[in-house]
T-cell receptor
Framework: GENVEQHPSTLSVQEGDSAVIKCTYS??????FPWYKQELGKRPQLIID?????GEKKDQRIAVTLNKTAKHFSLHITETQPEDSAVYFC????????????FGTGTRLTVIP | NAGVTQTPKFRILKIGQSMTLQCTQD?????MYWYRQDPGMGLKLIYY???????DKGEVPNGYNVSRSTTEDFPLRLELAAPSQTSVYFC???????????????FGSGTRLTVV
């Protein structure tokens, strides 16, 4: 099955700086890569996703890049704010059949005011 | 739209007891999933369903069972609870992938289960 690795496990940045979280995946058939944000005690919420026919996608301060050849994708958050503090999960799936998502182990991001 | 609703939110079980975690969604999603989240870890897939009457095992199905008699409901059954099943359980649903449209999973609020 798919194996998703995520780094780093913790990340602290100063408010206003950028944060980058990286993930690799093992199954070359994976073609859908979402990112979820989970605040303490809350459910994961989708913040951005990308499909394999796209190399980059941006939504305001958040962007995701995908390198299919190297099988890795990254989340970029610019101009970080204290409310960006949360655990971020990457995931990968093949968008046919059951579309099971395989998650990374998460990155705890702390934005220091 | 309530989205995905899970009950209960918290539960303490004794070793060997059984319980059912309830999950219902009102978005007419065909695909539903159960995940468990252990501290400091990602989410692991327990069981999934691609439609009413169809279920299949995920990565960590041992000790659990599911049923899908309706599109809306996808209960997770724990038989003979063990301390290793202490975790936070999330139910999720999504739209039909065959249409090529995906807006990601919608997650329920979770059930925090402790087995003592």
């Amino acid at each position: 099955g798919e194996n998703v690795e995520q780094h780093p496990s913790t990340l602290s940045v100063q408010e206003g700086d950028s944060a980058v979280i990286k993930c690799t995946y093992s199954d070359s058939a994976s073609n859908y890569f979402p990112w979820y944000k989970q605040e303490l005690g809350k459910r994961p919420q989708l913040i951005i996703d990308i499909r394999s026919n796209v190399g980059e996608k941006k939504d305001q301060r958040i962007a995701v890049t995908l390198n299919k050849t190297a099988k890795h994708f990254s989340l970029h958050i610019t101009e970080t704010q204290p409310e960006d503090s949360a655990v971020y999960f990457c995931a990968a799936s093949v968008q046919t059949g059951a579309n099971n998502l395989f998650f990374g182990t998460g990155t705890r991001l702390t934005v220091i005011p | 739209n309530a989205g995905v609703t899970q009950t209960p939110k918290f539960r303490i079980l004794k070793i060997g007891q059984s319980m059912t975690l309830q999950c219902t969604q009102d978005m007419n999603h065909n695909y539903m999933y159960w995940y468990r989240q252990d501290p400091g870890m990602g989410l692991k897939l327990i069981y999934y369903s691609v439609g009413a009457g169809i279920t299949d095992k995920g990565e960590v199905p041992n000790g659990y069972n599911v049923s899908r008699s309706t599109t809306e409901d996808f209960p997770l059954r724990l038989e003979l609870a063990a301390p290793s099943q202490t975790s936070v359980y999330f139910c999720a649903s999504t739209d039909n992938m065959s249409r090529g449209i995906s807006y990601g999973y919608t997650f329920g609020s979770g059930t925090r289960l402790t087995v003592v």
